[in-house]
């Protein structure tokens, strides 16, 4: 677990959650602006950036992530005030407004002194993202300065029983409308951002992946899964996890299956990935093998993975 804590600051009590997410466009004015900070340092062709950037204009110019990320921020608060701790929530985005540092002003604003820290992805991919959104913390804490709050982050959720439930609640609901004589052969894909295999060979994220399909497949008594990657990028000579999703809808047609229900398992919101990639692009391909695709929502703010997050809030505060 990676932790932010200021010298002198351990003794303080918490008084705040800071929930952190990635950030997206909110209108289409805000895409390419939004790539071009995602991509600062990144050597990326300007056609991949215009394919990037076509992709939200195929949503309209905008991501869900924020409007997302704020509704379990609220649902958290919610469930925080009525069961305790009674801490707020801020939200800080690591490459789209409201940026980091802005929560972080405002947490100072509040007089905030230590926060709990809850990262919005269910897996540590270490310095595939996971690093990257501590240290957008740390950065962000550095330069407002003395007198900034203590972040300390609780774990990922990848194993906790509430996202395990919650999770096989949603992928219930596309199991369920499959003829019964079909639906306990229906393959679940459970699909994850890809990365670069170096990194994943130094964090736990694939092994920390297996474990959530695994208990989400056993709590639903469901025998045929897989593991798919997905929304890869970077450069075509550095070897990244796989197998892609398109690869696995073909060779499941080739088994002869014509349904399947995909699972985006790597991810807690409803984000360009998962709207786009998969609902467009990896359906297009289900459609011409004539694979009926069906796709299971997020945790998003589901009631038992809103419990799961107050859960990892109390044993961080538990922890003095």
Not at 144 to 170: Q, T, W, Y
Not at 223 to 232: H, I, K, M, T
Request: charge should be negative; proline fraction near 9%; hydrophobic fraction near 40%.
């Amino acid at each position: 677990m990676s932790t932010t804590r200021r010298h002198g600051d351990a003794a303080l009590p918490f008084d705040a959650v800071l929930m952190v997410a990635f950030g997206g466009p909110t209108q289409p004015e805000e895409v390419r602006p939004f790539l071009a900070h995602v991509l600062q340092g990144v050597p990326i062709p300007p056609e991949r950036l215009e394919e990037v950037a076509r992709h939200y204009d195929a949503l309209g110019g905008r991501s869900p992530i924020a409007e997302r990320t704020f509704q379990k921020a609220e649902r958290l608060a919610a469930l925080l005030q009525r069961e305790g701790p009674q801490l707020p929530v801020h939200v800080g985005m690591r490459c789209w407004r409201p940026f980091i540092a802005e929560a972080v002003a405002h947490m100072r604003q509040d007089g905030i002194r230590r926060a709990v820290g809850l990262i919005m992805a269910p897996h540590d991919s270490g310095a595939a993202s996971w690093d990257r959104s501590v240290q957008a913390v740390t950065t962000a804490l550095d330069n407002s300065g003395p007198g900034a709050p203590a972040v300390e982050f609780a774990p990922p959720c990848f194993d906790h029983p509430d996202f395990i439930a919650a999770m096989a609640e949603l992928v219930r609901a596309q199991l369920l409308p499959i003829p019964h004589a079909q639906r306990h052969r229906t393959p679940l894909i459970f699909t994850a951002h890809s990365i670069p295999a170096a990194i994943a060979a130094s964090c736990p994220y694939v092994q920390q992946l297996e474990t959530s399909c695994r208990l989400v497949a056993e709590t639903l008594g469901h025998p045929c899964w897989s593991l798919a990657y997905q929304s890869r990028s970077g450069s075509p000579r550095e070897r990244w996890l796989e197998p892609d999703i398109g690869n696995v809808l073909r060779a499941l047609h080739a088994e002869g299956h014509r349904s399947v229900v995909v699972v985006p398992i790597g991810f807690v919101t409803d984000n360009v990935e998962i709207c786009y990639d998969l609902d467009v692009e990896a359906k297009r391909l289900a459609d011409a093998l004539g694979i009926e695709f069906r796709r299971a929502d997020p945790a998003n703010d589901h009631p038992l993975y809103i419990r799961a997050l107050a859960d990892l809030v109390r044993r961080q505060v538990a922890q003095g």
